[in-house]
């Protein structure tokens, strides 16, 4: 039993690394491939510092580049669940969604548009009809999203003056009690 | 008699389990980046090691897949799936212990067919016995000696 037992653990290993020499040989020449260490950009969240992997084999910028960028933007266009209550109460403000549109379905902050940035590009979307000087709030997922403020730089590098992002997001939100929609926005 | 019902009993299940581990394997091969994202969500790695993940651990479960199919050393492809199958069933309990709500990962990467919880944990361990099963089986003297040598 010991030498069959030998053998198969043996054999075991043999074939994990031969599949694996196949993965490394279909990664490099699939259009899907990835990089074998998964890159990240590191962010200061609130005085922490959070890393958010890139998983994608090519990249718009490096991720010095996008650190540097989320640097020098995101502390001024941060809103905390306060401020965004406040504005939900004021009225006037246009929320935006950045999450999946599957997501946005099962719920959503009242009022809220979706544009899911993953999903669509930017450019592919009817925004002249948003007013450039309208207040936005923009939210995703939670604290370890960054769609919400790769979304608000990609609108206000388009020329719109009052773009905010709640880091927070749907999370904190849901968590406030305060109230949700649920499927299109009517 | 009984080496008979066994033997049926073990192909049975060697085919089955062929098939599923191929199926589970496929659309984390065509979208590594998608499932290193899943896995991202576990959050039990290291940040630099999820491609790495994402990209072998389907292969191995495709090839292993195949091996089970095309019956080529039954017991050393039972025997590796077990281990996975242990790692996996461990990755999902930890998953709804910290009262994650995440995307499995399990068969496919759809977000709405595979959320962690208590039934994706019992398709493991159905799988996990079935493997075992197998390697039993591969291990007892007179299923070795008349069917599979």
Redesign the interface.
């Known amino acids: ?1 010991n030498a ?2 030998k053998q ?2 043996i ?2 290993i043999f ?2 690394v ?3 020499l ?3 040989i ?2 490099w020449i ?1 259009p ?7 890159r ?1 950009n590191e962010v200061i969240v609130k005085g922490n510092s959070l ?1 958010i ?1 890139i ?3 090519e990249s718009k910028n490096s991720a010095e580049e996008t650190a540097k960028l989320y640097e020098e933007f995101s502390p001024a266009r941060e809103i905390n669940l306060e401020q965004t209550l406040k504005c939900f109460g004021e009225g006037g403000t246009l929320f935006i969604d950045a999450r999946a549109h ?1 997501e946005y379905i099962k719920g959503h902050i009242p009022g809220a548009i979706n544009i899911p940035i993953e999903e669509i590009s930017i450019s592919e979307i009817e925004i002249n009809s948003l007013d450039v000087m309208k207040k936005i709030i923009i939210y995703c997922d939670s604290f370890d999203c960054t769609l919400s403020l790769d979304l608000a730089m990609q609108l206000e590098a388009m020329g719109f003056g009052n773009v905010h992002f709640f880091l927070g997001g749907w999370l904190e939100w849901l968590e406030s009690n305060y109230q949700v929609s649920v499927g299109e926005n009517l | 008699m009984k080496n008979e019902k066994y033997y049926i009993i073990r192909e049975i299940v060697r085919i089955v389990l062929g098939f599923i581990f191929l199926y589970a394997s496929m659309d984390k091969i065509i979208f590594p980046a998608r499932f290193a994202e899943v896995v991202y969500h576990y959050k039990v790695l290291p940040i630099e090691f999820l491609n790495l993940v994402a990209v072998f651990v389907p292969w191995i479960e495709a090839g292993l897949g195949i091996m089970l199919l095309l019956n080529i050393w039954v017991n050393s492809a039972a025997f590796v799936l077990c281990c996975f199958n242990i790692l996996f069933i461990g990755l999902i309990y930890s998953a709804i212990a910290r009262g994650l709500d995440i995307e499995c990962g399990c068969f496919s990467l759809d977000p709405v067919a595979s959320k962690v919880g208590w039934m994706r944990i019992f398709e493991d361990f159905l799988l996990l016995l079935s493997c075992t099963f197998l390697l039993w089986t591969g291990l007892q003297k007179e299923v070795q000696t008349k069917y599979i040598n």
């Open positions: 039993m069959k037992m198969i653990f054999r075991s074939v994990c031969i599949f694996c196949f993965a490394l279909f990664n699939s899907n491939g990835v990089n074998l260490i998964t990240y890393k992997p998983f994608m084999k599957e």
